[in-house]
């Protein structure tokens, strides 16, 4: 039995206290950003990138929701399929991207970008967890289903959509104030993530399109990527493959070592540098957040005094503690 108001100030209480609506007119200056089913893959994804977001509700040509996302992690899927998917081109066949001539890598080009949204949701819908919260809810439901894994939610009213509610956008609540973290604040971030040993990783030197299909056969939407020794050089994720529709490109980059791939998306993006970190022996739950708030990303990584990773942290980490400390706090 949990106590939904009230408990001490050295608590993070605010996840009580506060509202869903209260926390998204906070962290949402924005109009909702939205797609329509009968987009093309390839003007949906131009969507996320203009707009800076990762997923975006899915209407209907009637604007209704269709109960659904399309989100980077689709993208991410759709790819990996299209990137293996046989392709004919006179009397040659391909199997793979890896054995396609120019002409087969265009055409599955074509493919990615021409398919439809509601195509893509349609494969993939059995991985999507749909979860939805009415505006007037305390926030703490939100940071129990976040805790779990969900990455986004459509908070309601009266049966529609009026925003969705990110761990990016919880991120941010928390780090406009950091006091709601009450002492978790001060508390080291060791341990808080996963220890690097656990942690799947990639050798840099391996293409792109061998890092996409790791990431679609484990289910995970990023990798450390490390050289010969071991040493992490940088990090991929899904955003990066905003690059896609970043310049007029024919699919080939994906052949490229991923550590370049990422590279020439950065110098696209004019972003420095792949791997956040802080120093692991100093760093504090609100140096975590402050950090993937400003920096908005969803992961980053401790580091010893030697320079190497000892953990990797992740907004899904930072709302598990706080949910589960406030759980335990505001316990009878």
């Not at 703490?140 to 289903?145: K, Q």
């Not at 992740?314 to 505001?330: D, E, G, L, P």
């Amino acid at each position: 039995k949990e106590k939904k108001m009230g408990a001490t100030s050295s608590t993070p209480t605010d996840i009580y206290n506060v509202t869903v609506s209260q926390v998204l007119d906070s962290a949402n200056k924005k109009k909702l950003v939205k797609v329509r089913g009968s987009d093309k893959v390839g003007d949906a994804l131009k969507i996320l990138h203009e707009n800076q977001i990762l997923s975006a509700p899915v209407l209907d040509d009637k604007d209704r929701w269709k109960k659904g996302f399309f989100a980077m992690d689709d993208v991410i899927i759709h790819l990996a399929r299209v990137c293996k998917a046989t392709i004919t081109s006179g009397d040659v066949q391909s199997f793979h991207i890896k054995t396609d001539h120019l002409e087969e890598i265009c055409m599955r080009r074509r493919y990615f970008h021409q398919e439809t949204v509601n195509d893509v949701l349609g494969r993939h819908r059995a991985q999507t967890q749909l979860l939805s919260i009415k505006k007037n809810r305390p926030v703490s439901e939100a940071f129990h289903m976040f805790a779990a894994g969900v990455q986004r939610i459509t908070v309601m009213r009266h049966n529609h959509i009026i925003g969705v509610l990110t761990q990016s956008a919880i991120l941010k609540w928390l780090a406009e104030d950091t006091s709601r973290l009450g002492h978790l604040a001060h508390e080291k971030a060791e341990n808080l993530g996963i220890p690097w040993h656990r942690v799947i990783k990639i050798n840099c030197s391996l293409s792109t399109i061998d890092a996409v299909e790791l990431m679609h056969d484990k289910c995970v939407f990023s990798l450390p990527l490390i050289d010969d020794d071991g040493k992490l050089v940088a990090h991929l994720s899904m955003s990066d493959f905003k690059s896609l529709i970043l310049k007029d490109e024919d699919f080939t980059d994906l052949l490229l070592p991923v550590h370049v791939f990422v590279k020439r998306f950065h110098e696209l993006s004019n972003r420095i540098d792949s791997i956040i970190s802080a120093p692991s022996a100093t760093a504090t739950i609100k140096d975590v957040v402050e950090i993937l708030a400003r920096e908005r990303i969803h992961q980053m990584y401790l580091i010893n005094q030697d320079g190497l990773p000892t953990d990797l942290i992740s907004m899904t980490n930072v709302c598990y503690k706080i949910f589960h400390h406030a759980r335990a706090q505001s316990a009878w």
